[in-house]
């Protein structure tokens, strides 16, 4: 079974643990007996309303002078054509455009994405624990981050952990723990089929995690969305579902997608899960198709969207470099 943390049982009526600065304190005596540095990466893309909240909220709980939690954030961009980029440097933060960081590649070869900016991310994060954050959370709270680094730094067996929130639903104003549409009418009925270890999965495509990053090194990078699907079942995999650790992050608010690109998303995953069903011996295809035909209504008559999904696939850092 995989290990559920919830730091989170008694709150204040902020939200608030009551118990955070003991977890926190916890955290930070064991990060510096280890000698241990921490480091988040950011994708982002087009995220000028949000990221500025969360890299102050970073920075106010995180990086104090007495109590430096956080040694490290980076943002890597896809080529934002807001003012994401504005809102970062001005915050002081560093900020990467992601052809401009990690290994020079051909005109051709270039992908933008979010397992991309990850992949990119790591060529140049220098923390032993590495955290990645989505950039859209609406009004973000300390309780996002914290509890990721408390089954690292406490239990030498985890390797990886991730994130469960409540989620807003839609119309009726209650919060669940459930996963969002693509998870649970895509992604988790085929992880339970083919991947059955993975069926206590609470949030499988939740984009803040934590790891070590020695870990991360040795993994490959789909470039795109399906980056989160990729990495749990390689760790799983490789390391042994009992070695990720699950853990309560409380109450994440991030703007909803159309159904034309969760569409898109579902695709990207499903692909993600299918290849590696092939790649573990799990299910044998002689290919797996990355074009998507999508229906659409124009002046009464329909017409086709055709997409190619395909996922690029980054190498191990710890390969690539050899």
């Known amino acids: 079974m995989l290990r559920f943390y919830n730091l989170l049982t008694e709150k204040n009526n902020k939200g608030i643990s009551k118990r955070r600065d003991e977890y926190l304190e916890q ?33 106010e ?16 961009d896809s080529g934002s054509i807001d003012n994401t980029k504005e809102e970062v440097i001005s915050r002081g933060f560093p900020f990467y455009r992601d052809i401009d960081i990690g290994p020079k590649l051909s005109k051709e070869n270039v992908v933008h994405g979010k397992g991309e900016n990850m992949w990119r991310g790591l060529h140049v994060l220098k923390s032993d624990i590495v955290i990645f954050m989505d950039s859209d959370p609406i009004d973000p709270n300390p309780e996002m981050l914290w509890p990721l680094i408390y089954p690292l730094i406490i239990d030498d067996n985890i390797v990886f ?24 009418i895509s992604v988790r009925p085929l992880l339970n089929i083919i991947f059955p270890e993975l069926k206590y999965i609470i949030q499988p495509l939740n984009g803040n995690v934590a790891g070590w990053k020695d870990i991360f090194l040795s993994l490959e990078f789909p470039t795109g969305y399906g980056v989160e699907t990729s ?17 309560f992050c409380g109450v994440f608010y991030q703007q909803g997608n159309d159904l034309y690109n969760l569409a898109k998303m579902s695709f990207r995953c499903q692909n993600v899960i299918l290849k590696k069903a092939m790649q573990y011996g799990r299910l044998s295809f002689n290919k797996v198709s990355s074009k998507f035909y999508q229906p659409l209504f124009v002046n009464k008559c329909i017409e086709w969207s055709i997409s190619d999904l395909e996922e690029i696939v980054r190498p191990p850092i710890i390969h690539f470099n050899k």
């Open 27 to 59: 955290i930070f005596e064991r990060k510096r007996k280890l000698g241990l540095s921490i480091g988040i990466i950011v994708p982002t893309l087009n995220v000028e309303s949000t990221v500025g909240e969360l890299l102050d909220m970073i920075k």
């Open 61 to 76: 709980y995180f990086m104090k002078k007495d109590l430096v939690l956080v040694d490290e954030v980076i943002v890597v």
């Open 161 to 184: 952990v991730k994130s469960v929130f409540n989620r807003l639903t839609n119309g009726d104003g209650n919060f669940v723990q459930t996963g969002g549409r693509v998870t649970e």
């Open 231 to 247: 990495l749990l079942i390689d760790i799983a995999m490789k390391y042994g579902v009992n070695r990720i650790a699950q853990v």
